[in-house]
Structure formats: structure tokens, C-alpha cells
């Protein structure tokens, strides 16, 4: 099986150096640039398993790299930032990231967040569960290549925004807590920040729903959770 690749976008050395060292050790193939314009190439070229994604970069800022590859490609994307807002965090999910890590930070928390979305990726990709093409009125979700599609039109999405309407939409009217969602995607402890699901579940209604504010297939059950309307 061949080694799957990381990208890891930042101008520190010494943290580029450190998760290279941390990720090889664990037999990836790890590629380095300090460049947010390299990294939008590489993105091409090298067709990366996963992206480590710093966000003050020396030429263009992290977010808009992240825009830039969410536009064409629902690789895992990892922000890593010495900013650790809460609407730095909330601004980076809601424009294509999967996670968010604030610095300083343990190299083996990298490793094991990095593995838990691969594992995710994997999961998604290759379950014969989930290459069923769900079809509803205006909208269907291609699981085995993460295709959306409104209206005839491809919607890109990011994992995380992915696998929470996969997750909905094989399950018709069926009401999930957040905390269920964050169990099932995020697969860990549901005390985390169930703050992130609502995050996510706001920026899948501005790429999918007709009208965000009045939501036709992802709906609010007040007080309980949510549910995928047809």
C-alpha cells in the first residue's frame, strides 16, 4: 500500500521540521512548503491525502488558501494558528477547514488528529455501504467520490461538512443530537465543543439549501437536534 501524503503548509521551520520528523516516523509521505501559492499547486501535482495548513503564511493568508483548494478538492484540511479565538476557529471551519489546532502544541496530538481524519476519509471512501448515490428532489450526494450536486450543479464541500449530510441524508427524518453528530464524525468524547457541528450545519445550509435561513433538507428540531427533510 502506498504511503499516503501530508502536506504541511508553514513558515516556521522549526514546526515544519518537528511534525516532518513526528509524520515520517509513522511511515508518511511528508511534503514541506512555506508558500500558500506552492501549497495551491501542490495540491494539483501531488494530490495530497491530507493538508496541514498554517494561517499567517509570508505571501497569501492560510483562509484563502483553504478557499482556494475547498473549490476543487475535499482533501482534509488541518488549520495549525498561534490565533486561538473563538471567531478565528469559527472562520476557519466555516470556510472549508476539518479541524483546527492552536500552537504551541504536542506533536503526537497532530499525528493522532492526522490519523483520525484519514481514518475518517478512508472510511467514507472505500465503505461499499456508503457508494450508494442518494438521490432526493434537487439534490444528490455521491459518497463514493464526495459529490454534491443542487440542481445539477457540483457543490464543493469539505469532509467534515460531507460526512455530517452523509450521515443525515442516509437517514431520512431521523433527528441526531449534535452530540451524536459530533460522536459520529468527529468520533471523539461528545463533552468536546458541540459548538463546531453548529458551524458546520450553518455552512452546509449556504452551500446547499435554496434559502439558508429558511432550510428545506437540513432542518432544526428545537431543543433536540437535527433531521434530513425530503
Known amino acids: 500500500m502506498a504511503k499516503e501524503k501530508i502536506l504541511i503548509v508553514d513558515d516556521e521551520q522549526e514546526i515544519s521540521h518537528l511534525l516532518d520528523r513526528y509524520l515520517t516516523r509513522e511511515m508518511f509521505q511528508v511534503i514541506v512548503t512555506s508558500s500558500g501559492k506552492k501549497a495551491i499547486q501542490l495540491v494539483d501535482t501531488e494530490k495530497p491525502d491530507l493538508i496541514i495548513l498554517d494561517i499567517l503564511l509570508p505571501d497569501i493568508n492560510g483562509i484563502e488558501v483553504c478557499q482556494q483548494i475547498r473549490s476543487k478538492s475535499t482533501v482534509p484540511i488541518v488549520f495549525i494558528s498561534c490565533k486561538d479565538d473563538a471567531s478565528d476557529k469559527v472562520l476557519g471551519l466555516e470556510l472549508g477547514g476539518d479541524d483546527y489546532i492552536v500552537k504551541p502544541f504536542s506533536p503526537s496530538e497532530v499525528v ?75 468520533q471523539e468524547d461528545a463533552s468536546g465543543d458541540l459548538r463546531t457541528v453548529v458551524v458546520h450545519i450553518s455552512n452546509l445550509r449556504k452551500k446547499i439549501e435554496p434559502d439558508s435561513s429558511r432550510p428545506k433538507y437540513i432542518q432544526t428540531v428545537r431543543n433536540v437536534g437535527y433531521r434530513f427533510t425530503i
Not at 126 to 145: C, M, R, T
Not at 146 to 152: A, E, K, L
Request: hydrophobic residues 35%; positive net charge; contains cysteine.
Open 112 to 186: 493522532a488528529r492526522v490519523k483520525a481524519h484519514l481514518r475518517r476519509h478512508r472510511y467514507l471512501t472505500n465503505n461499499p455501504d456508503n457508494k450508494q448515490v442518494l438521490k432526493f428532489h434537487g439534490i444528490e450526494i455521491d459518497a463514493s467520490s464526495y459529490t454534491v450536486r443542487t440542481n445539477g450543479k457540483t457543490v464543493c464541500l469539505s469532509a467534515k461538512e460531507f460526512q455530517i449530510l452523509n450521515i443525515l441524508a442516509q437517514h431520512p427524518n431521523q433527528i441526531f443530537t449534535a452530540s451524536q453528530l459530533f460522536d459520529y464524525v468527529w
